[in-house]
């Protein structure tokens, strides 16, 4: 009897072994199809889906050994991190992002360093949680290159089910008139609501959107930048998902958004402060530069820079989303 019972305790532990020691196991998971979400297959038949204890199988030493900054994190994270990654396994875990995505282990991916966020609510302000990173991330690849047709969830629309071609054609999956997502919808709060009426006017009237200005005009000079005129200027451009002081996600550093500035210029960062009165000089400021200097064009619109013909003002009094004629641009 204690022959046999050491005898199947024996082929139990080679088992578990052979698990460990050989990944074709659970080759399933990979960087090289955009695929680190676990599925049905995970164990290589399927035996691991649904298994809630990583640790049954996985020992936490030999985790990312290869990837020296992850393995770090995992380590301080415990495998309560892994659902973040690799998804709850089928189980009935909680998948957590904001463990790794915080000030502390990822504090710039992305940068977190305000309340006002796309938290979905307009009317508050919080921290994201985990619940809605995943809205908009669920089936990212996290191989620290930011794709939008492989990083941001798949929505559909009427007529259009093609992966996106930049972060924007995302965004106006939802903020649309006529084909929001379900679970997602919005009422416009005034006439032509921007969160609602972008598509339409992104696509067809904004000079930020797909037509672009002439830039022939005394006020439409470009900083020296890749930004220029026929450039397509994506919403998070100007707009911050994560985290910013400014009211309606405007971006409040330069580091944290306005991907086409020069990294010197981008990294110092520019700070841009719209302020109680919408001063927006600062934002207009960190991409456009007059060519030819007219009224307040040579002052320092507060942030360091200068090249806007009125600083400490509202500059959407005459530049607004979905003007048809914006002078200057």
Known sequence: MHKKISLYFLIGCCSCLLIIVQPSFARDVSLMNNQILLTPTH?????AWGQANCSACHVQRNIHKTVPKIRDIV?????????GCHGNNGALVERKCTICHNSERLPASPLQHAEKNH??????????????????????????????????????????????QNSSEFCL??????????????????????????????????????????????????RESDYRYGTLVECTDCHV???????????DRSDAAMSKLPEALGNIPVL??????????????????????VEQGAEDAGNGLAGVHQIGTD???????????????
Do not use: W
């Open 173 to 222: 999956r939802c903020h649309n008139d006529d084909h929001q997502q379900p679970g997602f919808e919005m009422l416009p709060r005034i006439l032509r609501d921007p969160l609602v009426m972008m598509d339409k006017n992104y696509r067809f009237i904004d000079k930020h959107g797909y037509p672009q200005g002439s830039g022939e005009r005394t006020y439409a000079g470009l």
């Open 43 to 47: 164990g290589g038949d399927g035996s």
């Open 272 to 293: 841009i402060n719209v302020g109680e009165n919408g001063n927006y000089a600062q934002l207009c400021v960190t991409c456009h530069a007059m060519s030819d200097i």
């Open 75 to 83: 380590f301080s994270t415990g495998y309560q991190g892994c659902t």
């Open 119 to 164: 938290n979905f609510n307009v009317l508050e302000n919080s921290k994201l949680s985990d619940t809605q990173c995943l809205v908009c991330h669920q089936a990212a690849d996290m191989d620290g290159q930011f794709e939008p047709k492989v990083d941001l969830t798949h929505f559909t629309q009427p007529g259009v089910d093609m992966p996106y």
């Open 241 to 251: 998902m994560h985290g910013t002081h400014n009211d309606k996600l405007i971006v």
């Open 315 to 329: 500059c959407r009094t005459c530049h607004v989303h979905g003007m048809a004629a914006q002078t200057g641009l």
